[in-house]
């Protein structure tokens, strides 16, 4: 595999010559940032940074946990990976089409519940997007602990503490758009794109006056257009209590707890969560009023979302698929109505082949980024011609704000309750007013 050198703004780097079509430059620092201390850019690097191979994902439970405790998405999308671990894992990974200029961007953000994950996992190969001509950008945050901590003494000491996983996306997306160009990237066109907890946090960076500028399209798959119904987040003060609970159990001052072993860490935050009345608001992100202002259910009424095109999906088997689907479907309509940009809305139900599991959460991540030769599964060419359609689907919307294209099922924007949504069944792609 040959190498390929290009010149950025931070310097010169050194990526990797997939094929013809494809350039790949893989770990390259977006940021650098201590224990809950808040990121900062990279903008400059000395000699040729080697971005050949990718580096650390960022600590988390499964850094010290058997992965057999999650024994479904282990071997869904992680078994016989190998993966490095630390809490210096500010990294990102570029797949971009050959010879490009002001090509499109997509930065997906990945899911795991605010906990678990990395840029890296076995689905995530932007390959095919860029030989359709769209750069794929995907990244590290900092997840659990080390991510959504919040303190009064932090804060005391930084006005504000909290969201350091979304401060990390953030930093990423504000790094891409001030480097993108040298990769042959429209900075004015980046498309956020995440699933499950990358869906919500591709939402509070739609919602976020840090976030919005950078923002031209969003896609949120398996957990976006989330409300209060579902989750709420809380204010940072309220979090207060579980993490001093948490930190008590690694010393008596902030010296201690930013130096306490990371399994002490997550060993201390597990602890507390099993006995906690709030844990489950605790390990997400807060209102810090600076990049999260806005209760979930104020984003519609106050009209804060970025006024761009949204397209938004769930899958049939998740849980509570129903109440998901209906908020997706709401958001998508509330977004046409406010902004009058057009936004569209899928329901993916193909029952996955090789088990009975069916259209379970985060199923889609197969076909949306074009890796079924990567799963077990035994594929159809059923699967394949669903893969394809929602690449190009996707990637057209990255282009143009359409995801329509030839030789697709016409995908019809929606804007009330009674309009059709585009389902992905066992047979058809169709528009369809019934799931």
């Not at 159809?380 to 143009?400: E, G, P, Q, R, V």
Request: aromatic content about 12%.
């Amino acid at each position: 595999m040959n190498e390929v050198i290009t010149t950025t703004a931070c310097g010169t780097i050194k990526g990797l010559q997939l094929s013809e079509q494809v350039q790949q430059f893989s770990g390259i620092r977006y940021a650098s940032a201590s224990r809950w201390s808040y990121p900062e850019e990279i903008v400059h690097w000395e000699g040729t940074y080697d971005a050949t191979a990718f580096r650390d994902a960022c600590t988390q439970r499964r850094t010290f946990t058997p992965e057999s405790d999650d024994p479904f998405y282990y071997h869904e999308f992680r078994k016989d990976e190998l993966y490095t671990y630390s809490e210096d894992c500010h990294y990102l990974n570029i797949w971009k089409p050959a010879d490009c200029q002001n090509a499109p961007v997509i930065l997906y953000i990945h899911g795991g519940a605010f906990q678990s994950g990395c840029g890296n996992e076995k689905p995530f190969d932007g390959s095919h997007y860029a030989e359709n001509g769209v750069i794929f950008v995907t990244c590290n945050y900092r997840l659990g602990p080390f991510g959504f901590c919040a303190l009064p003494e932090l804060a005391k000491r930084d006005g504000h503490s909290g969201n350091y996983g979304l401060y990390d996306q953030l930093t990423a997306l504000q790094w891409i758009y001030h480097n993108i160009k040298d990769f042959g990237g429209n900075a004015e066109n980046i498309t956020l794109m995440g699933q499950s907890a990358g869906a919500m946090s591709v939402q509070q960076l739609c919602t976020s006056p840090l976030a919005k500028q950078y923002i031209a399209k969003a896609i949120m798959t398996s957990g976006g257009g989330i409300s209060n119904s579902f989750v709420s987040f809380i204010p940072e003060k309220e979090a207060y209590s579980f993490w001093s609970d948490v930190t008590a159990q690694l010393g008596a001052t902030l010296d201690d707890w930013l130096n306490a072993p990371a399994k002490d860490v997550i060993s201390a935050m597990s602890n507390t969560a099993a006995s906690h009345k709030n844990a489950g608001l605790c390990c997400v992100p807060v209102l810090d009023d600076h990049l999260v202002c806005y209760d979930l259910n104020d984003v519609a009424t106050q009209k804060v979302q970025a006024s761009v095109p949204y397209i938004m999906g769930s899958t049939k088997d998740d849980l509570f698929a129903d109440v998901l689907a209906d908020m997706a479907k709401s958001w998508v309509i509330q977004q046409s109505s406010q902004n009058m940009k057009p936004s569209y809305c899928f329901y993916f139900g193909r029952d996955l082949p090789g088990d009975e599991k069916g259209a379970w959460h985060s199923s889609e991540l197969w076909y949306t980024i074009g890796a079924l030769s990567k799963c077990w599964r035994p594929w159809t060419d059923w699967d394949h011609t669903i893969s394809k359609t929602l690449m190009s689907y996707f990637a057209n919307f990255a282009k143009t704000g359409d995801p329509n294209g030839a030789d697709l099922p016409e995908w019809i924007p929606t804007k009330c309750s009674d309009d059709p949504i585009l389902v992905i069944n066992n047979s058809e792609i169709e528009m369809n007013t019934v799931l």
